[in-house]
């Protein structure tokens, strides 16, 4: 004869990890007030159903309309590791969106966002550095962080931070230099840089040069170069087994090399022979482009102009093959190398 047995499993498709969520638009209000529970449990299960529902941007709107900001600052200060951490993760997630970015900016977020980069739990310290780098991608948000003198904390977090973080954070520093490089210049941030040209990982050492780069547009980041020696550095990059690395080391040679005094310390430093044979090695698009850009630096130079008059014929053969941004970049090189007083 058949009988009654009642398991003890849950049903199926049914994550206790997150809230229940109601139904329509009385979804995010109810979050919202699950937020402020007192009862730890309550307030993790509705953050994690966040990280859910926000993926929609509509979403996102509705949530910002019935309070979550507020809401979600006051998490970030937490007494709970897991909830300052969904709740910066919940805050990255809306920074995709254009009206998230608005939103974190608006409320003034970006400083309790920031306090987290001290957090003890890594996934905490990860998420936030997620969220501002996010934010950084627009003008409006490289200059809030700008604004909210972040930027000689991130330069000291490139010292201390696990790797994921610190790609992170040269990111971040990467658009935030667009729009201000005073600060990162104030924090030492070149030496810092400099010392990342040698990491074990491809991404940072390409990340590092970019950084270089954008740090080198003014004139005081080029003497910044000359004097900290990250000339030498980045010459030996110009072999480096990586293409992004190679080309961003040509790049940052190309921003310093537009002084006398750059130019003089790359040619002391075999940074024309090295273009050259990387000239003549590496077809990849963004190396070459970059690699032309240098060599026209330094073909300003008299001895660079001497050494360089060799690839001229290379140069013509590029022009003639290559788009019209390649074209443009290698006429204006022989330009320069078959210039006569």
């Known amino acids: 004869m058949a009988t009654t047995r009642i398991t003890t499993a849950l049903p199926p498709n049914i994550d206790i990890t997150k809230a229940e969520l109601a139904y329509g638009e009385h979804m995010l209000p109810k979050l919202n007030r699950q937020l402020q529970?007192?009862?730890?449990?309550?307030?993790?299960?509705?953050?994690?159903?966040?990280?859910?529902?926000?993926?929609?941007?509509?979403?996102?709107?509705?949530?910002?309309?019935?309070?979550?900001?507020?809401?979600?600052?006051k998490l970030l200060g937490d007494t709970d590791g897991t909830v300052r951490w969904k709740a910066t993760e919940v805050l990255f997630i809306c920074s995709n969106?254009?009206?998230?970015?608005?939103?974190?900016?608006?409320?003034?977020?970006?400083?309790p966002i920031s306090a987290l980069f001290d957090d003890q739990h890594e996934d905490a310290r990860l998420m936030s550095h997620r969220a501002v780098e996010s934010v950084s991608h627009t003008v409006n948000g490289a200059q809030g962080i700008v604004d909210?003198?972040?930027?000689?904390?991130?330069?000291?977090?490139?010292?201390?931070?696990?790797?994921?973080?610190?790609?992170?954070?040269?990111?971040?520093?990467?658009?935030?230099?667009?729009?201000?490089?005073?600060?990162?210049?104030?924090?030492?941030?070149?030496?810092?840089?400099?010392?990342?040209?040698?990491?074990?990982?491809?991404?940072?050492?390409?990340?590092?040069?970019?950084?270089?780069?954008?740090?080198?547009?003014?004139?005081?980041?080029?003497?910044?170069?000359?004097?900290?020696?990250?000339?030498?550095?980045?010459?030996?990059?110009?072999?480096?087994?990586?293409?992004?690395?190679?080309?961003?080391?040509?790049?940052?040679?190309?921003?310093?090399?537009?002084?006398?005094?750059?130019?003089?310390?790359?040619?002391?430093?075999?940074?024309?022979?090295?273009?050259?044979?990387?000239?003549?090695?590496?077809?990849?698009?963004?190396?070459?482009?970059?690699?032309i850009k240098a060599i026209t630096m330094l073909a300003e130079a008299p001895s660079g102009r001497e050494k360089l008059a060799q690839v001229v014929p290379i140069l013509q053969g590029i022009a003639n093959t290559g788009g019209p941004m390649m074209k443009k970049v290698a006429m204006t090189a022989i330009k320069v190398i078959t210039w006569k007083p």
């Open 148 to 291: 909210a003198n972040l930027i000689k904390k991130l330069v000291e977090k490139l010292k201390t931070e696990t790797d994921e973080i610190k790609q992170l954070v040269l990111d971040t520093l990467h658009y935030c230099m667009k729009v201000d490089t005073s600060q990162a210049l104030a924090a030492e941030a070149m030496e810092v840089f400099t010392s990342l040209l040698g990491h074990k990982m491809w991404e940072i050492r390409g990340k590092a040069a970019r950084d270089i780069m954008d740090i080198s547009f003014p004139l005081e980041g080029k003497k910044k170069a000359v004097k900290v020696r990250c000339i030498p550095v980045l010459v030996k990059l110009l072999a480096d087994p990586n293409f992004h690395v190679r080309a961003q080391s040509a790049g940052a040679l190309m921003s310093i090399a537009i002084t006398t005094e750059g130019k003089q310390e790359s040619i002391r430093e075999g940074a024309v022979e090295a273009l050259i044979a990387l000239l003549q090695a590496d077809e990849t698009t963004d190396v070459r482009l970059n690699v």
């Open 97 to 111: 969106h254009a009206i998230g970015r608005d939103a974190i900016l608006e409320f003034d977020l970006i400083q």
């Open 37 to 73: 529970d007192d009862t730890l449990i309550t307030r993790q299960r509705a953050l994690n159903a966040l990280c859910d529902v926000l993926h929609n941007p509509e979403h996102v709107s509705a949530a910002l309309k019935v309070g979550m900001a507020k809401s979600l600052k």
